[in-house]
């Protein structure tokens, strides 16, 4: 149960509820056991009336008597129906209170994992599957939820009527209560031992589903290479597979929980039997009326749901344990990227790498080796280099979503650890080289680069993004709906919409990773014009392999092997004949060679 610790502060939070709700419990019960008493009077009268009856065989009393009888048994069965109507009335607040705490509960649970997410670093991200992330923020979380609600409510409702029964039961008679309770022990002992399969059985579940949701998540996003290579019956496979992998798991998990019931009727069976033998005996002796049968038999059966549900409470709770600690797995994950002394200040833009080497902690690959550069504030460095040679890498420690192992990274002549790490991404407009659209419109999709843009801000970045006119020529122009991840784009005006996202704001750092890869070459010269004029007063970052996109920034710096082989301008490096003129020559027969763009 130390796993459920963590929800104890939302208990808290909620603690009236639950008082109110336990006290709603306690008065519903109240009058669920007094149609107990009731019909214990009522047998005693049938008895005494019955024999009164027939004392008077012939006489005009016998009359009389038989109206008290009718009057008497009228009379209890309208307090019984009142009590039920009670009951229920109360039962309705019990359900207002405490499942309506469970479901709040659920709320702030779910924001707090969300917002846990957030925080967390982009290794945690590439680690984890985002099956699996969904699967801790839905199914898991629901699971706790159901013990939050239905649990505590009838594990609460089965305290508190044994407290109020089995106390009062003794005072009636100690021998027939003890007969009655005999089969508890044995289901207490059934559950202990069942508890624990049933909490290994749940946690292997959790991860299946997780692993399933992950299959799934990935076979839809990836629809369209499934489809144009027609693996579409491999895939189905594959899931099928893990569908019945799952299926099994839970079929294990049901035919454990199958045993309580049968087993709970049979005791409470076995209870019932008991009570009516050694009450017949009491009875005989003068002990007990026929009356307190009739009410230990209804007090039984008000005991049989709370005692079969034991079985049901302690499967939910062991699945809540269970999605509890996968929950509490990514709870305790740290950001390790904090910052040192939450600096707030407008950058300027000076960058300085100085020595920089950087191993990514998942792979183990080093992607830099002492790397060192500085781009004075409002000028532009391009980096460009082969494929893995380390130039996302760059982009990726500038906007500090990972620190680097070695060496220092100043902005404006202070150390990049010491920025608030929300105030340094807010100033830095970037465009990753993996491009990623919401299923929302253009309009929104470009303003999500600024809190508050205007409509002449995102027309203008379309404008400099060279993405203007094409958002004209949709029906529904800036209002246009994108699909999924922004399939309904092509890949150039997906990566020209991206781009304008960055340029909403107006940032003074401005990092472009391969951000033109996708655009033919014409559509990029009219771009690269187009930025000549964004960069002005900016400090700009071009992270490309094209030699002409880099021919754009002031100084170069040419990465090979995570390390500064080259650097000057174009001129210059040209001049070096060296990697980068290497790189020039080859790029130049290419786009000598490619067939125009339709």
Not at 94 to 123: C, F, G, W
Not at 320 to 331: H, M, Y
Request: with cysteine; glycine share 6%; net charge positive.
């Amino acid at each position: 149960m130390k796993e459920l610790s963590h929800l104890n502060k939302y208990l808290l939070k909620y603690k009236y509820r639950l008082l109110i709700g336990t006290v709603f419990i306690v008065i519903a019960n109240f009058f669920a056991i007094l149609p107990a008493q009731f019909v214990r009077n009522a047998f005693n009268l049938v008895k005494e009336s019955i024999h009164s009856y027939q004392l008077f065989d012939g006489f005009s009393l016998q009359e009389a008597i038989y109206q008290v009888f009718v009057g008497g048994i009228v009379t209890y069965g309208v307090f019984i129906l009142v009590a039920a109507i009670i009951k229920g009335a109360f039962l309705f607040l019990v359900r207002q209170t405490i499942l309506v705490m469970a479901r709040r509960i659920e709320y702030d649970l779910k924001n707090e994992l969300y917002q846990h997410y957030q925080t967390l670093p982009l290794s945690f991200y590439k680690r984890n599957s985002t099956g699996d992330l969904m699967a801790r923020i839905s199914e898991d979380v629901n699971r706790v939820r159901m013990y939050l609600g239905p649990a505590i409510m009838f594990g609460l409702n089965l305290i508190t009527l044994f407290l109020m029964v089995i106390p009062y039961m003794f005072t009636i008679n100690v021998k027939l209560t003890l007969y009655s309770l005999i089969p508890l022990p044995i289901l207490s002992v059934t559950i202990y031992y069942v508890s624990r399969s049933i909490s290994q059985r749940s946690e292997k579940i959790q991860r299946k589903f997780s692993q399933l949701a992950t299959f799934v998540q990935e076979a839809f996003s990836g629809i369209r290479i499934l489809k144009s290579f027609a693996r579409e019956e491999a895939s189905l496979e594959k899931f099928t597979i893990a569908c019945n992998d799952y299926k099994e798991k839970a079929l294990h998990l049901t035919r454990v929980n199958a045993l309580f019931f049968p087993l709970m009727v049979s005791m409470i069976g076995l209870s019932t039997i008991l009570n009516v033998f050694v009450g017949g005996e009491e009875v005989t002796k003068g002990a007990i009326t026929p009356g307190n049968i009739a009410e230990f038999v209804i007090y039984m059966n008000l005991l049989s749901w709370p005692v079969t549900s034991v079985g049901w409470i302690t499967s939910l709770v062991q699945r809540a344990v269970a999605s509890q600690k996968r929950i509490n797995e990514f709870l305790s994950e740290q950001n390790p990227i904090v910052s040192q002394k939450a600096l707030d200040k407008q950058l300027a833009g000076t960058i300085t790498f100085q020595n920089v080497s950087f191993t990514y902690p998942d792979s183990g690959i080093q992607a830099l080796q002492a790397v060192s550069f500085t781009v004075p504030a409002g000028e532009s460095i391009a980096i460009i280099g082969t494929t893995g040679a380390g130039k996302s890498t760059i982009a990726h420690l500038l906007c500090r979503l990972y620190d680097a192992t070695a060496g220092k990274i100043t902005l404006d002549g202070w150390l990049i650890q010491h920025y608030a790490v929300p105030s340094l991404r807010k100033q830095i407009g970037y465009v990753p080289q993996d491009v990623f659209l919401f299923s929302d419109t253009i309009k929104n999709n470009i303003a999500f680069g600024m809190d508050q843009a205007t409509e002449e801000n995102i027309t203008q970045a379309a404008q400099e993004a060279d993405i203007y006119e094409n958002i004209q020529r949709f029906p529904k122009k800036m209002e246009t709906r994108l699909g999924e991840r922004g399939v309904t784009l092509s890949g150039g005006q997906k990566q020209r919409l991206t781009i304008a996202r960055a340029l909403v704001r107006n940032p003074p750092i401005l990092v472009l990773d391969d951000a033109l890869s996708s655009v033919d070459t014409k559509t990029e010269q009219r771009i690269l014009q187009k930025i000549k004029h964004v960069m002005k007063g900016k400090t700009v970052i071009i992270i490309s392999h094209r030699v002409s996109v880099a021919k754009l920034a002031k100084q170069i710096l040419v990465l090979d092997a995570g390390r500064v082989v080259e650097q000057g301008n174009h001129k210059s490096l040209l001049k070096n004949k060296g990697f980068y003129y290497t790189l020039h020559k080859k790029q130049l027969v290419q786009s000598e060679l490619r067939v125009p763009s339709s």
